[in-house]
Nanobody, 115 residues
C-alpha cells in the first residue's frame, strides 16, 4: 500500500519560514519523481516544486528563489523549505510521487500565512 504523509504545516507570519516533509512508503522511492503542489480555496492545484530521481529540480514561477525542494532517498522523504512566505502562499500543500504511468498523492497539509 502506497502512502505519502505530509507534515510540517501550520500557521506562520508573513516573511517567516516553514519546512514541509513528505514521508513515502510502499514505493521504490529513489526512482520516483517527487513533487509538491498546492491548492488555495477557489483555485486550481498548481505545481510548487518537483525534484526528479536524478535530483533535477524545477519550481513554479511564484516560488522561485524562496522555496527549495530536496530529497533523502535513504529516509524516503522529500522536503520543501519555504522562506519568505507571503499570504498568497497559504494553501493546502500536497506531495506527489510520479513514475512512468504511476502517480500517487498525499492527503495534503495546510499552510496558513498571516499578514
Amino acid at each position: 500500500q502506497v502512502q505519502l504523509v505530509e507534515s510540517g504545516g501550520g500557521l506562520v507570519q508573513a516573511g517567516g519560514s516553514l519546512k514541509l516533509s513528505c514521508a513515502a512508503s510502499g514505493i521504490s522511492f529513489s526512482i520516483y519523481h517527487m513533487g509538491w503542489y498546492r491548492q488555495a480555496p477557489g483555485k486550481q492545484r498548481e505545481l510548487v516544486a518537483e525534484i526528479t530521481s536524478f535530483y533535477s529540480a524545477n519550481y513554479g514561477d511564484s516560488v522561485k528563489g524562496r522555496f527549495t525542494i530536496s530529497r533523502d532517498n535513504a529516509q524516503k522523504t522529500v522536503y520543501l523549505q519555504m522562506n519568505g512566505l507571503k499570504p498568497e502562499d497559504a494553501a493546502d500543500y500536497y506531495c506527489r510521487a510520479r513514475y512512468l504511468g504511476e502517480t500517487y498523492w498525499g492527503k495534503g497539509i495546510l499552510v496558513t500565512v498571516s499578514s
